[in-house]
């Protein structure tokens, strides 16, 4: 068992490294300063952290308007609420503007897990992005997490990183350079592509392993940025293994799954399958629980490839 | 006072002019709206209220002004063009095929702050662009201008709570209190009223005055801040559709097109009325 690491402990220290070389750098959050851990941001800048209470939508416009100013704010809350009760700002006040303006979900997707459906965020990458203008970023570890913070603060416009709070083992080395649109191919292979991102990456690395059990070499790729999508990691692994399976902490109507089936489907058909959650809403359980309820599992994956890669059923 | 209030009133009525002969020739835009704020805007950018410079529209210590009631697109267009932002001939590529003068305000234009036009925007973007010169103590001030039934959406209330708690005194809230939203009458759909006690509860510094008097909307303006501390909400008392009588106070020109003959008589009476 392999060391756990919440990603969100590297966004905020990435984000307060950022800030004090930057003065530009403000943070917002929905009374959520423990659950987005930016405590110590709070002591460390206390003029630079904006609580602005449980008003999602003041929150993000506020953020706009600090951009306006000349601020790069990076607005930290959980994505449930960051998303959907702010999603008109999100895409008016931060996309078709132009603000820069960074949006940190964080506990997303099963995260709370009984906490219930109002808690769950596994919409989010379906609707920021089907916005114009967003960048959207799933980083998978800490590595990458603490990486994208940096690209985020140093792109301009808007972005929107997905943090977990589950924990994540760590699947990039020390010399990764993680770059917006760019995927990271974490195994080669060439008889099925994993295609995954955030908290499915670790998974879908457990399944090559499984899979190389059974005689199958599987590509591993971790595409981190989901918008704008490395289309050509993702032509040549249609065209190099002929079959990909991708897997997302998501609904899969409009998410990643999509995202990389869009690529495929438009200039290399390969046959595809997509893991993620089906379109209901969970029910009671914790993340773990719900993970293996919905197929997010090494052996779902596995199974998935097999299917693909044998054109039947799993053995 | 750097106008003569005198002025300021002839010139309001060129841009309203302007702006009907414009929503004529487009086919669109929204009459009523526009003319109620025609003075507001003009003391604002005419007036010498903003200290924004149209050479140099995007100044870091500019003051900001965000049309929080975007689809008055075709007023702060008017607007901007008379104060010298772009050239006043662009007007007439109003909401044509890939003009830039899109039916709401976007950024490409310049002296747009915001792409707005989905309501209640414009307040919490406000809110932050004030707490943005406060953090760097800088002078300039953010000016908002609202509708009145855009006061409905909920998003404006948690700005008006936030913007006092941070004590922004820089920040400036205008509603256009035409008491006239899309279908109907404000008061008979959800009523705003009390409306200055609600501004004053949520911490507010609040003016109330004629939306029309020129003198006084200047005079108004260079009393800010009204107190220490305190965001400023100038209740704006306007008529929809004012200047022009057969338009005044009607739901009906929320976004009713001028005909021919409706404008020929329009910018008479207009004409008429500076002289």
């Known amino acids: 068992m392999s060391t756990l690491f919440d990603c969100r402990i590297a966004f905020a220290a990435a984000l307060e490294d950022i800030a004090r070389q930057d003065p530009r750098i403000v943070a917002l959050c929905n009374d959520s300063v423990s659950s987005t851990k930016l405590s110590h941001f709070a002591e460390a800048f206390p003029d630079r952290l904006f609580n602005v209470g449980i008003a999602e939508q003041n929150m993000v416009g506020m953020a706009a308007g600090l951009a306006n100013g000349g601020k790069i704010p990076f607005v ?64 998978a570890d800490p590595v990458e997490t603490e990486q994208a913070v940096r690209a985020a603060a140093a792109f301009v416009g808007p972005v929107y990183l997905r943090l977990s709070r589950m924990g994540v083992p760590v699947v ?25 991102c955030g908290t499915l990456v670790p998974r879908a690395l457990a399944a090559a392993k499984l899979l190389e059990a059974d005689g199958v070499q599987a590509r591993v790729l971790n595409i981190a940025t989901v918008k704008p999508i490395d289309r050509q990691a993702i032509v040549e692994a249609a065209v ?25 489907a438009t200039t290399h058909p390969v046959s595809t399958r997509i893991l993620g959650v089906p379109g209901v809403f969970a029910p009671t359980g914790s993340s773990e629980f719900l993970f293996e309820h919905f197929g997010l599992t090494p052996r779902s994956i596995r199974r998935a490839a097999l299917e693909l890669v044998r054109g039947g059923g799993a053995p | ?22 929503i004529h020739e487009a086919g669109g835009g929204h009459t009523g709206g526009d003319l109620s704020a025609a003075d507001i805007l003009a003391a604002l950018y005419l007036g010498g209220v903003l200290n924004v410079n149209p050479e140099d529209p995007r100044a870091p210590d500019r003051d900001r002004f965000f049309m929080s009631k975007g689809h008055c697109s075709g007023l702060l267009y008017t607007t901007l063009a008379s104060t010298g932002f772009f050239p006043e001939d662009e007007l007439a590529t109003f909401m044509q095929p890939l003009s830039r003068l899109n039916g709401h305000p976007n950024v490409h234009v310049p002296g747009v702050e915001a792409n707005t ?36 959406e909920g998003s404006n209330w948690e700005a008006a709570m936030a913007a006092s708690q941070y004590r922004l005194d820089n920040l400036i809230l205008i509603v256009d209190r035409n008491r006239i939203q899309m279908v109907d009458r404000t ?32 005079d108004t303006f260079a009393a800010l801040p009204f107190e220490e501390g305190r965001p400023n909400c100038v209740i704006a008392h306007t008529t929809k559709g004012k200047g022009v009588s057969f338009i005044e106070d009607r739901a009906g020109w929320h976004h009713r097109v001028p005909t021919e003959k409706e404008l020929t008589a329009a910018l008479e009476e207009l004409e008429e009325a500076v002289e």
């Open chain 1, 76 to 139: 930290a809350a959980a994505a449930c609420f960051l998303t959907a009760r702010a999603l008109e700002q999100i895409k008016a006040d931060l996309a078709y503007t132009g603000s820069n303006v960074k949006l940190c979900g964080v506990s997303t997707g099963l995260a709370y897990g009984p906490l219930g459906g109002t808690h769950h965020a596994i919409e989010d990458i379906a609707w920021l992005r089907a916005i114009a203008d967003m960048t959207v970023i799933v980083p």
């Open chain 1, 172 to 196: 990039h080395d020390a010399d990764y350079r993680f770059e917006i649109g760019k995927a990271a191919r974490l195994r080669d292979g060439t008889d099925v592509t994993l295609v995954a």
């Open chain 1, 240 to 264: 190099e293994t002929g079959a990909i399976v991708t897997a997302e902490e998501h609904t899969v109507y409009g998410g990643f799954g999509s995202a990389v089936a869009e690529v495929v």
């Open chain 2, 1 to 22: 006072m750097s106008i003569d209030p005198q002025i300021l009133r002839r010139r309001a009525n060129d841009i309203r002019r302007r702006n009907l002969a414009m």
């Open chain 2, 117 to 152: 036009g989905a309501l209640g925007h414009g307040l919490p973007v406000a809110t932050g662009a004030a707490l943005a010169a406060k953090m760097d103590g800088a002078p300039w001030r953010a000016f908002v201008l609202t509708g009145d039934g855009e006061l409905q």
């Open chain 2, 187 to 218: 008061e008979r759909i959800v009523g705003l009223e009390p409306l200055a006690d609600k501004w004053r509860a949520f911490g507010w510094s609040v003016h109330e005055i004629d939306g029309h008097d020129h003198a006084q909307i200047l």
